[in-house]
């Protein structure tokens, strides 16, 4: 049986069809979706692309911030055997007609009315779209466009069936999904993911990081790069964790969400935490006299802790009661102020990040583990790994693939995460 990420969304919909799958915010409240709620979604958008005359082999593009819509659209059009290909939000009108035409999309899902309008100044140039669909709360008249409601109405058109037969005849090798680079030699390129790259990589990563059920992570970073997708998508339907969708503009509600969904893994890019450190710098400087000495000693304790378990080793019986201290005066306050108490694993990937700031969290018990790798790798290359974490380093090569130099320092990487 072909094993993608489609079936393990109808895996998890079958066996625990009850759970929460995602959760978003609506008002004040973080409101959830069952894995079953969740497979049928992806379902009925799928049945709408197909009344769309999207078919096997053909493509779609999504253009907006981290929403449960775009994550259906994008796993609907796999379903259905099309690949999806998302659209930075921050693209010019001409960088997203530059995707739409080379990814020959005909569908394209967009968040709002500003992002519809940069599709709508273009698309009268565009000879292969054909429909606009936007995501919920936004309503166009335009005979062009579908709201979300009307869009999903579509799949009324077509029987389940069809859909059951579009998934069995999925192949491991076929084109699942493409993701364009940031084209810094030129203009961006779409990289080819297949269905085995995807679901093997995710398989990897749940057995690399021990993912589980009882995990949960915010989306927050772009969806149209693979890191975000892998932690948002596929790795979360593999392990079945609980995704929650960050507040639109995360620079103004990423801690105050933190704080509220207190996620076990967190994955960031080097700017999410140098900002974290001048943040928590500035509070830790505040502290004068006894206060302050008590900071330097549990950071001295925090710092010694990290590195122990960074190679593997528990603390012995004198530094696991000076680290308990340590946490109930210090560290916890951190975390909390962080919304990171009860993260477990935390990844930083996507640029270099200087090691002071990595031995800065982990003086206050926030080991963070760097991961390196490319949109081609779908997401990692090499990695780091929890009981072995050297600050500095990239780590060691991902499960299942082999990464050697080549005589003129070349990086070459081989294994079923490359595209």
Same mark, same amino acid.
């Given at each position: 049986?072909?094993?993608?990420?489609?079936?393990?969304?109808?895996?998890?919909?079958?066996?625990?069809?009850?759970?929460?799958?995602?959760?978003?915010?609506?008002?004040?409240?973080?409101?959830?979706?069952?894995?079953?709620?969740?497979?049928?979604?992806?379902?009925?958008?799928?049945?709408?692309?197909?009344?769309?005359?999207?078919?096997?082999?053909?493509?779609?593009?999504?253009?907006?911030?981290?929403?449960?819509?775009?994550?259906?659209?994008?796993?609907?059009?796999?379903?259905?055997?099309?690949?999806?290909?998302?659209?930075?939000?921050?693209?010019?009108?001409?960088?997203?007609?530059?995707?739409?035409?080379?990814?020959?999309?005909?569908?394209?899902?967009?968040?709002?009315?500003?992002?519809?309008?940069?599709?709508?100044?273009?698309?009268?140039?565009?000879?292969?779209?054909?429909?606009?669909?936007?995501?919920?709360?936004?309503?166009?008249?335009?005979?062009?466009?579908?709201?979300?409601?009307?869009?999903?109405?579509?799949?009324?058109?077509?029987?389940?069936?069809?859909?059951?037969?579009?998934?069995?005849?999925?192949?491991?090798?076929?084109?699942?999904?493409?993701?364009?680079?940031?084209?810094?030699?030129?203009?961006?390129?779409?990289?080819?993911?297949?269905?085995?790259?995807?679901?093997?990589?995710?398989?990897?990563?749940?057995?690399?990081?021990?993912?589980?059920? @009882?995990?949960?992570? &915010? !989306?927050?970073?772009? #969806?149209?790069?693979? $890191?975000?997708?892998?932690?948002? +998508?596929?790795?979360?339907?593999?392990?079945?964790?609980?995704?929650?969708?960050?507040?639109?503009?995360?620079?103004?509600?990423?801690?105050?969400?933190?704080?509220?969904?207190?996620?076990?893994?967190?994955?960031?890019?080097?700017?999410?935490?140098?900002?974290?450190?001048?943040?928590?710098?500035?509070?830790?400087?505040?502290?004068?006299?006894?206060?302050?000495?008590?900071?330097?000693?549990?950071?001295?304790?925090?710092?010694?802790?990290?590195?122990?378990?960074?190679?593997?080793?528990?603390?012995?019986?004198?530094?696991?009661?000076?680290?308990?201290?340590?946490?109930?005066?210090?560290?916890?306050?951190?975390?909390?102020?962080?919304?990171?108490?009860?993260?477990?694993?935390?990844?930083? @990937?996507?640029?270099? &990040? !200087?090691?002071?700031? #990595?031995?800065?969290? $982990?003086?206050?018990?926030?080991? +963070?583990?760097?991961?390196?790798?490319?949109?081609?790798?779908?997401?990692?290359?090499?990695?780091?790994?929890?009981?072995?974490?050297?600050?500095?380093?990239?780590?060691?090569?991902?499960?299942?693939?082999?990464?050697?130099?080549?005589?003129?320092?070349?990086?070459?990487?081989?294994?079923?995460?490359?595209?």
């Amino acid at each position: 049986m072909t094993d993608t990420i489609l079936h393990r969304l109808h895996e998890n919909g079958r066996i625990r069809p009850n759970a929460p799958a995602y959760y978003e915010k609506i008002g004040s409240a973080w409101v959830p979706t069952s894995w079953q709620e969740y497979t049928n979604q992806v379902r009925q958008a799928a049945r709408a692309l197909v009344a769309l005359g999207v078919e096997p082999g053909q493509n779609v593009t999504i253009l907006g911030f981290n929403r449960p819509e775009w994550v259906i659209f994008d796993l609907a059009c796999m379903m259905i055997g099309g690949a999806p290909a998302g659209i930075y939000t921050t693209n010019s009108p001409a960088e997203c007609k530059y995707i739409i035409e080379n990814s020959e999309s005909s569908i394209i899902l967009v968040e709002n009315q500003s992002q519809w309008e940069k599709i709508a100044e273009v698309r009268d140039d565009i000879a292969c779209l054909k429909y606009i669909a936007l995501m919920r709360g936004t309503e166009i008249d335009d005979e062009m466009t579908l709201s979300w409601e009307a869009f999903m109405a579509k799949g009324n058109e077509v029987e389940e069936s069809v859909i059951d037969a579009r998934m069995d005849a999925l192949e491991q090798d076929q084109l699942a999904t493409l993701i364009y680079t940031s084209g810094t030699t030129g203009p961006p390129k779409g990289v080819m993911l297949s269905h085995h790259n995807l679901s093997s990589t995710a398989t990897n990563a749940k057995g690399l990081i021990d993912l589980s059920p @009882s995990d949960r992570t &915010i !989306s927050y970073l772009p #969806l149209s790069h693979i $890191a975000e997708q892998m932690f948002s +998508i596929h790795a979360a339907i593999t392990a079945a964790y609980q995704v929650y969708y960050a507040e639109y503009s995360p620079q103004d509600h990423l801690n105050d969400n933190l704080k509220e969904v207190k996620p076990t893994i967190f994955f960031g890019v080097p700017r999410i935490f140098e900002r974290f450190q001048a943040g928590v710098a500035a509070q830790l400087s505040q502290a004068e006299g006894v206060r302050a000495k008590l900071v330097e000693w549990a950071r001295g304790v925090g710092h010694e802790v990290t590195m122990l378990r960074n190679r593997g080793q528990e603390p012995g019986a004198l530094l696991a009661l000076q680290y308990r201290i340590a946490d109930a005066l210090v560290f916890s306050r951190v975390k909390e102020g962080l919304g990171l108490y009860q993260a477990r694993l935390i990844i930083v @990937s996507a640029a270099p &990040i !200087s090691e002071d700031i #990595l031995h800065f969290f $982990a003086s206050l018990d926030l080991p +963070i583990m760097e991961l390196y790798g490319q949109s081609e790798d779908c997401g990692p290359s090499t990695t780091n790994r929890p009981g072995a974490i050297k600050i500095g380093t990239v780590g060691q090569a991902w499960p299942g693939s082999e990464v050697k130099l080549a005589p003129d320092g070349e990086i070459l990487v081989k294994g079923p995460n490359v595209f």
